[in-house]
């Protein structure tokens, strides 16, 4: 099976920084995608951060937050600048995977890491 895990997530004052990360493991071929969504209470979860051929970020982020990879590893990285108390949310670590031997890609989740913006 496949499982991500991550850690790095807390709480901070508002204008500071965090940074998140995932490792995938277990039986994979490849990994065609990583990324971020949160979500915060009372509201759908939303995409924060994608890392394929290219990358893609939320409008809400862009300029603050940055992802990165590491393939060798199977991480992915997002770290948070400048944070705002809206930034508060449940982080979900996200991935399509090649499992070996099949033909199709899945997508998994992690278990969520939470990140409170607060003084």
């Known amino acids: 099976q496949v499982q991500l895990v991550e850690s790095g997530g807390g709480l901070v004052q508002p204008g500071g920084s965090l940074r998140l990360s995932c490792a995938a493991s277990g039986s994979m071929f490849s990994i065609n995608l990583m990324g971020w969504y949160r979500q915060a209470p009372g509201k759908q979860r939303e995409l924060v951060a994608t890392s394929s051929s290219k990358t893609n970020y939320a409008d809400s982020v862009k300029g603050r937050f940055t992802i990165s990879r590491d393939n060798a590893k199977n991480t992915v990285h997002l770290q948070m600048n400048s944070l705002k108390p809206e930034d508060t949310a449940v982080y979900y670590c996200?991935?399509?995977?090649?499992?070996?031997?099949?033909?199709?890609?899945?997508?998994?989740w992690g278990q969520g890491t939470q990140v409170t913006v607060s003084s």
């Open positions: 996200n991935a399509v995977i090649r499992r070996l031997g099949g033909p199709y890609d899945y997508e998994y």
